[in-house]
């Protein structure tokens, strides 16, 4: 798969992930439109990114691309910012997935809260918020 | 087993404590609590602490006590449900005759103090998934939960409110509590949104304060002469922590675990609880706890607490101080909910706020994001 990458570094004031140790992989494949899991030769399929696979043990699972596509198993809309830089943009959709490989991430959804509902599909985009990384960002299908 | 006897309990002062840090509140509490049990610091030889802002901090409230070589040290940090935790720590140390007299305690300036400003690269990996989202942690965590509720199980943000409801109407009875003007569904559904399904009512409140419990051994409980409170049952567990996208299945919490558990080593049924003091961070937080305790089937919490179960007079009195939604919410409630149990077993308390005879009753504690669980069964020995 390869997702859009929109450039949002100027307008962008809310935190910024930082790569390091498990993680940088997933942060690398994300500036490339790429989502990225860890999927372990024992077949066990995990995110966030760690440094053992949480089935069987082994050190370092290998990554995986994921298709970009899933569902939204919940969401809120929230009104009061939860972080700084995030005071302009309520109400904002924060959501969790469930990507079609299995893996459940916490992403924005950029969509107007009212045509939301549990359940329904959504593919990833990024938004490119520092030279290191792009943040996920759902939309509806 | 020996069990531990509840025998004081207090807060410091609430609301706001400007003049005070967490250490403060956290030592007011414990030698208020001593107080309350008839001893004094010198009989203390445990301590455990949790939610404090500083690093080691049953270390710190030690020396800050000037205790003489506690032999038992607990700072286990599960969040909000770490005092009923500690509740089975201490029980084990008694059982070995390790300690006679514990104090467990708790203190915050979570509404006035500074607030925690860490980097990205100072904090854990999920954060960086996290943060970048906005969510308003606490709250829209809990919201998300809430919300995956609804769509299993169709409960109601009208049911939610019914427990800001019944809850006020305790606060209403309790000159310490924050809010005691009474309210109603509507107020609650009308009131500030803030991360969906929330409104401001189904959020607890952010007070500074803190509490303390005294657990002693069943030798010394006799020797000071106390009311029996005695914790007959304990069990914590976990299901997550960081994030609430971490959580298994947002409808069921660890509190499915660890009641069963608490409720068989005290040997009771539901029928023998006669009152429940249960987390309420948010209305979610009570609502999918009780029925994750087995006070009525899983989905039917939204039912279970319509037209006032859990007010005064209700078949289950539940959070009879005003809850976290009412009364205080220092960061960690988990310490007041045992207080009140406590209270509430004694008899403290007079007219429609005191519970007619009661001798059980649940404390339950919930920490981090929905994710650890502890619950204590607590009874008035006759
Ligand atoms: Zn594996």
Redesign the pocket.
Known sequence: MSAPVEDRREEWEGPVPVPTGATVPFWAGALEGELRYQE?????RQLYPRAV??????ED?PFAASDGVGTIYTYTVCHVPGEPGFGDRTPYVVGAIDLAEGPRLLALIDAEPESLEIGARVAVTFWRVSEAAAIPVFVPE | MAEPILAGVAESDLGETPDRNWLDNAAIATVRALEDAGCSLDDVDGVAVAGGDDYMPALVLSEYLDLDEPSFLEGTEIGGSSFEHFCGHVRSAMARDEADVVVVAYGSTRKTGPTDERSLEETHPIDGFVRPTGLFRPPGAYAMAARRHMHEYGTTEEQLAEIAVATREWAAMNPEAAHREPITVDDVLESRKIAEPFNLLDCCLVSDGGGAVVLVSEEKAAELGVPEIAVAGVASTSTHRQDISEMPDMTTTGAAVTGPKAFEQAGITHDDVDVAEIYDSFTYTALVTLEDLGFCEKGEGGEFVSGGTTAPGGDLPMNTQGGGLSYCHPGHFGVFVLIEAARQLRGDYEGDRQVDDAEVAVAHGTGGLLSSSSTVVLRRES
């Open positions: 372990c030769d024992c077949g066990h696979c949480t089935a069987c043990g082994s699972p």
